[in-house]
Nanobody, 121 residues
Framework: EVQLQASGGGLVQAGGSLRLSCRASGFPFEDYALGWFRQAPGKEREAVSLFYHGDGSTHYRDSVKGRFIISSDTVKNTVYLQMNNLKSEDTAVYYC??????????????WGQGTQVTVSS
């Protein structure tokens, strides 16, 4: 079965750091794009960062550039999101997902369960 297991969320003070992990199984990991997405209460889900295994390219939304880093370990079939200098605006449930590189992220079929990130002052 296709499975994405997200972990690493928690409570952190503004300016702190967290590293999220997403372990994948049940599909050819290196054939897919992997991404991190987030959703805050009352808001729509938004893309945070994407990793394209075909060429190793990455994408970040403007609000996290210079603070977040996405990476992939193809031995462990795990994608990471290192989050530094966290801000209160980063508070959300974070999800990982996988899809074909030709798809937009809203078309991705495989999603993890999500992990809560809360940033306090």
């Amino acid at each position: 079965e296709v499975q994405l297991q997200a972990s690493g969320g928690g409570l952190v003070q503004a300016g702190g750091s967290l590293r999220l992990s997403c372990r994948a199984s049940g599909f050819p990991f290196e054939d897919y794009a992997l991404g991190w997405f987030r959703q805050a209460p009352g808001k729509e889900r938004e893309a945070v960062s994407l990793f394209y295994h075909g060429d190793g390219s990455t994408h970040y939304r403007d609000s996290v550039k210079g603070r977040f880093i996405i990476s992939s370990d193809t031995v462990k079939n795990t994608v990471y999101l290192q989050m530094n200098n966290l801000k209160s605006e980063d508070t959300a449930v974070y999800y990982c997902a996988a899809g074909d590189a030709s798809q937009t992220w809203s078309e991705y079929d495989a999603w993890g369960q999500g992990t809560q990130v809360t940033v306090s002052s």
